[in-house]
T-cell receptor, first 111, second 112 residues
């Protein structure tokens, strides 16, 4: 069974801290790994990773994939209260186009 | 990026009624769309893959007679929750795209 596991499930930090969110996966036919941010409604896209070792960066957010260890991390530096959200990791399966989601990490940034 | 819309954004209905949710790709054609369900404080669970012009593919444990999917055109897929019950109350989200999946804004269904 295809599986995506995120940790921690919940994280509370102070504004300005740096956080690292983890995502591990076991799937039959990996195509890509995606990170999404979900606030009150539908998820918004952050990153798509297909190759190992290549860091993707967008402002204070960055992400990297390790296809040997079947693992990805999402880093957020200098966190702000607006970063509070649920961060979802999903793996896209080859051929099927469908996404298998992890449970999500609920991140709370306190002022 | 591409835009996916959903309608309605929120619906409240009585137990036993049927509810139809629409998912539209606004600026691109989508031969495949996906329907997800999300319970409070849980992640997205794929319910089914909607295929234009053919039958939907349902995930294990999802009743196809309960959740009817129709993908009659390249820009529209509909999900009908038939004979809805309170346990069907959830957030339903569709997605579509090519290399990247774009999500609709979701539909919150409350069954009384």
């Amino acid at each position: 069974e295809d599986k995506v596991v995120q940790s921690p499930l919940s994280l509370v930090v102070h504004e300005g801290d740096t956080v690292t969110l983890n995502c591990s996966y076991e799937v039959t036919n990996f195509r890509s790994l995606l990170w999404y941010k979900q606030e009150k409604k539908a998820p918004t896209f952050l990153f798509m990773l297909t190759s190992s070792g290549i860091e993707k960066k967008s402002g204070r957010l960055s992400s990297i994939l390790d296809k040997k260890e079947l693992f990805s991390i999402l880093n957020i530096t200098a966190t702000q209260t607006g970063d509070s959200a649920v961060y979802l990791c999903a793996v896209e399966l080859q051929g099927a186009q469908k996404l298998v989601f992890g449970q999500g990490t609920r991140l709370t940034i306190n002022p | 990026g591409a835009v996916v819309s959903q309608h309605p954004s929120r619906v409240i209905c009585k137990s036993g009624t049927s509810v139809k949710i629409e998912c539209r790709s606004l600026d691109f054609q989508a031969t495949t769309m996906f329907w997800y369900r999300q319970f409070p404080k849980q992640s997205l669970m794929l319910m089914a893959t909607s295929n234009e012009g053919s039958k939907a593919t349902y995930e294990q444990g999802v009743e196809k007679d309960k959740f009817l999917i129709n993908h009659a055109s390249l820009t529209l897929s509909t999900l009908t929750v038939t004979s809805a019950h309170p346990e069907d109350s959830s957030f339903y989200i569709c997605s579509a795209g090519y290399n990247e999946q774009f999500f609709g804004p979701g539909t919150r269904l409350t069954v009384l």
